[in-house]
């Protein structure tokens, strides 16, 4: 193993499949699992895991597979990554709980500098940690209802933000994130999303107009408190808006006072070959919310932004139990540092160099795929009955079964239920994610539905 990949894991870096998929191990514990655990919380893949890294997942059955989901976005620098697992393990040797609102500590203090430098824009900022993606989106509209003094909080078609009573209000999908778990709060309103594929080639401006549009008439804009946007849209199918869609949003909302938050929870810590997807299209929003990618693994999230919006709460106004938890705290440092020392923006870019041109070929010589997108390491195929944007969702799950058959772990995803999106841990090797897309490739061109 050379130095760099001793930076990463030691565990071989192969596909190995030694039972069906899934095994004897995982099947006999699935049905524990069947009666011990809510019907409410599926597994895409029901292998059980035993360990991974890199990029690989080994089930207990000893089964090698090839992870193209990261847990969602989640491990971009890899499962166990070597400076995360040094720093965690020192951490909760010397305390692993005080509470920030009781005794606070200095690893939450450089989390939230590392956020203030990263994220875009070079004005003042402050941040605040808490644990999930949900939780940090429900605390930027907190935070940005007290700044503006106003209420509506405008979110878009084929938005996700979360799971909680106010994040599933945000969240476009009725199934399976709402169905059924009403009411919801008020004072939230939806427009029309940039979606190239499904825009009739209008372009990302005229597709601002028609979003501002919609807002200045049915709500008005000097009562708006914040407009919420994924920079590139995750769970809705990795839609990533027009050019100059962005920027027309961000500078309404500057014009009418509103605090514009871009949700990177998933697009976020050099998933699309950038810090911040936002950098992309030079967009400075006045809050960020992150989570997933920040820390390998452990459960941080967090709201940063300008330091007059942040610091307009009153004292004591945000909080909670475990929010930036010192041993989240000491995974992200280590994480972001592993991130800068292997450049995995740099790494998202060469994933998308990779297998963005495969994706495209294939969609040309198969006819199934209508639209391959997404930047860096957040790629993404869209399935369509040939020759019509009517959305193929059997397709989808067929490809994805065959992969997940075959040990290779792709999720899907969108409105629709129609895309199959890639998410490699940033650290996979060549020669796996080759491999991993060689056994995508010959799904969809096999795969009967
Ligand atoms: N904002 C943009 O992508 C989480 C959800 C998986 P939490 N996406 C994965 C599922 O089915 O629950 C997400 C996101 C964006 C917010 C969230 C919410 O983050 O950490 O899952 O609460």
Redesign the pocket.
């Known amino acids: 193993m050379t130095s760099a990949a001793s930076q990463i894991t030691d565990l071989p870096q192969e596909r190995r499949l030694v039972t069906a998929i899934p095994g004897p191990l995982s099947t006999a514990l699935h049905g524990r699992r069947t009666a011990a655990v809510s019907a409410g919380i599926a597994s895409t893949l029901p292998v059980y895991t035993a360990k991974a890294g890199g990029g690989v997942i080994v089930d207990i059955d000893g089964n090698s597979l090839i992870d193209l989901a990261s847990g969602?976005a989640v491990t971009s620098v890899g499962n166990s990554a070597p400076l995360v697992v040094a720093a965690v393990s020192e951490q909760v040797a010397n305390f692993t709980h005080t509470c920030f609102m009781v005794t606070p500590y200095e690893s939450y203090v450089a989390v939230a500098e590392k956020l203030n430098a990263l994220t875009p824009g070079s004005h003042e900022k402050r941040s605040a940690l808490f644990n999930?993606?949900?939780?940090a989106?429900e605390n930027a509209v907190k935070i940005a209802r007290t700044f503006t003094r106003r209420q509506a909080v405008v979110v878009f078609d084929h938005a996700?933000?979360?799971?909680t009573s106010l994040?599933m209000a945000l969240t476009a999908k009725a199934m399976p994130y709402k169905k059924g778990f009403g009411p919801f709060p008020g004072e939230i309103y939806r427009v029309p999303m940039s979606y190239p594929f499904r825009d009739n080639g209008i372009s990302g401006k005229e597709a601002a107009a028609r979003a501002i549009s919609m807002m200045d008439k049915q709500i008005g804009g000097s009562e708006i408190a914040a407009v919420i946007i994924?920079p590139i849209q995750?769970?809705g199918g990795f839609i990533a808006p027009a050019d100059g869609f962005l920027p027309a949003i961000s500078e309404y909302c500057t014009a009418n006072g509103i605090v514009f938050v871009a949700?990177e929870?998933?697009s976020g810590f050099c998933r699309t070959g950038d810090w911040f997807a936002s950098d992309h299209e030079g967009v400075v929003p006045d809050l960020v919310?992150t989570?997933?990618g920040i820390a390998g693994g452990l459960p941080v999230?967090a709201v940063t932004g300008r330091a007059e919006i942040m610091d307009s709460v009153h004292g004591s106004g945000l909080g909670g139990t475990y929010g930036g938890n010192p041993l989240a705290c000491a995974a992200a440092l280590a994480a972001i540092e592993t991130m800068e020392t292997l450049d995995l923006n740099a790494a998202a870019r060469r994933i998308e160099a990779l297998a963005k041109p495969r994706l495209t070929a294939l969609a040309e010589s198969t006819g199934r795929i209508g639209d391959v997108r997404g930047r860096g390491g957040m790629l993404a195929m869209e399935f369509t009955v040939a020759g019509s944007l009517e959305p193929d969702a059997a397709a989808a799950a067929a490809v994805a079964k065959a992969c997940h058959a075959q040990g290779v772990v792709v999720l899907t995803c969108g409105t629709y239920g129609n895309v199959i999106r890639l998410l490699p841990p940033l650290v996979i090797g060549e020669a796996l994610l080759s491999e991993g897309l060689d056994i995508l490739e010959e799904a969809v061109r096999t795969v009967q539905v």
């Open positions: 969602i999930s993606g949900s939780e989106v996700y933000h979360g799971r994040t994924e995750g769970e949700d929870v998933q919310t989570a997933k999230s």
